[in-house]
């Protein structure tokens, strides 16, 4: 064989060998999943607990009457501004007024019955006193029947004195009653504030107050320059959140601003009470709890009952290794295999293995020489879109970030390539909106 033919016989096997290694990239490209993969890096992370609620005073008054009349007299409106002690409304008075005059004449009786009793007693007391006097002179002149019964009337008419002088003491606490009642036709403002709700008008009829009775209201007195956001945080993200915490607070009346406040109170109840809803038969609701954020500086146009969504921020972290939320998955520990088709057998199932939690491990697909292999990580915080990792991964990994159903297929040694990037212009758009 000449050098000419060695030559061509060798060209040949490189093209062969070539075509047949193409074919196998190819191949391999063909069955490879694609993935969307991501850098580790280390960020700044913050962790928050989101919740909506509305906007009310820290300070505030209901204000009922405690007596039952016409309004005579309506001297505020809705919006003014009042200060402690300020007459607010004028309720007719002429029921307590004439109550007041029959206390006044039944104090001037209960006085004239305690003078009659009063002289009463002198006299029987002056009466005994002279025949322990005569008996002393002359017992032939006094007899003892007539010294006991003596006594005995001065015991009588000291009591009825008494008596008399109590009846005294209650008419004139009838009549302090009387005037109270009569006071309290003149409803004064409690406290400094703005008066945030009117209920009635002047010629209506105000009633007693009595709790859960709507229609006791008159007005509400409130303190707009406290104000607060009361929001309701599920059970689960209660015990992250500690007094002081800072907060943001949007609040839907103004769109373009964002409010600061801290954490105030947590109750240490929820809501709505499982207990009664399981008294009463009612369908098990969500556990929630009350968590109020006082506003810092809030504006004189910020109004009581807006609605508003608190972000209370719980722990944040500067300069750690962060993950995309969706990265993280759980399998099988020394079993990394796919995870099952989400269909109602798989969630029952799961549900069963989740009981047994030894068994399995949080991890990350990460990306080497073009597989995939699980990684067990330890994580710290959860932001919006990113955990914290303490332990598993290092600056300069590519973990595999999406999509969600091919991060549940995925297999330890699996061929995945990267997603191709969306192109400029109108594909990108297609993009976005799918």
Excluded: C
């Amino acid at each position: 064989m000449n050098r000419k033919a060695k030559i061509a016989i060798g060209i040949g096997l490189v093209v062969v060998v070539g075509s047949a290694a193409g074919m196998s990239i190819r191949a391999g490209r063909k069955n490879a999943t694609e993935v969307r993969i991501e850098p580790v890096k280390k960020i700044d992370l913050v962790a928050s607990v989101t919740a909506s609620g509305w906007v009310r005073p820290h300070r505030k008054v209901d204000v009922q009457s405690d007596v039952m009349g016409r309004i005579t007299a309506l001297l505020v409106k809705e919006g003014d501004y009042v200060h402690k002690g300020q007459v607010l409304l004028r309720i007719d008075p002429t029921q307590n007024e004439a109550q007041v005059s029959r206390a006044q004449a039944a104090v001037s009786q209960a006085l004239a019955q305690a003078a009659q009793s009063k002289s009463a007693q002198i006299q029987a007391q002056r009466a005994f006193d002279r025949a322990k006097e005569i008996a002393a002179k002359d017992p032939n002149l006094m007899s003892q029947q007539q010294i006991e019964d003596a006594e005995t009337q001065a015991r009588a008419q000291a009591e009825l004195l008494h008596a008399a002088e109590y009846g005294v003491a209650q008419a004139r606490a009838n009549l302090q009653q009387a005037e109270d009642q009569l006071s309290k036709t003149i409803i004064r403002a409690s406290m400094d504030g703005v008066i945030t709700r009117l209920k009635v008008e002047e010629g209506e009829t105000a009633i007693v107050g009595m709790m859960n009775n709507p229609g006791s209201l008159l007005l509400t007195i409130s303190d707009l320059s406290n104000m607060e956001a009361v929001i309701k945080v599920d059970e689960t993200d209660v015990p992250q959140i500690k007094l002081g915490d800072s907060a943001s607070v949007a609040i839907d009346a103004f769109p373009r601003a964002t409010f600061t406040g801290k954490v105030t109170e947590i109750s240490h109840s929820a809501v709505i009470s499982p207990e009664n809803t399981s008294q009463t038969g009612a369908q098990q609701q969500a556990v929630d709890f009350e968590v109020v954020v006082t506003l810092d500086h809030p504006p004189n146009t910020l109004r009581p009952d807006l609605s508003a969504t608190a972000d209370v921020v719980t722990a944040s972290r500067k300069a750690v290794i962060g993950i995309p939320i969706i990265a993280l998955t759980v399998r099988e520990r020394g079993n990394v295999k796919a995870l099952p088709t989400e269909t109602p057998e798989a969630k029952q199932a799961a549900e069963k293995a989740v009981a047994d939690k030894s068994k399995d491990e949080e991890g990350v697909f990460v990306v080497r020489k073009g597989k995939a292999h699980f990684v067990p990580v330890t994580v710290g915080i959860a932001g919006r879109e990113q955990f914290e990792v303490l332990k598993g991964l290092a600056v300069g990994d590519s973990v595999i970030a999406g999509p969600y159903e091919a991060i549940r297929g995925l297999e330890e040694g699996k061929v995945v390539r990267a997603m191709a990037a969306p192109k400029k212009g109108t594909d990108a758009k297609k993009a976005e909106a799918t």
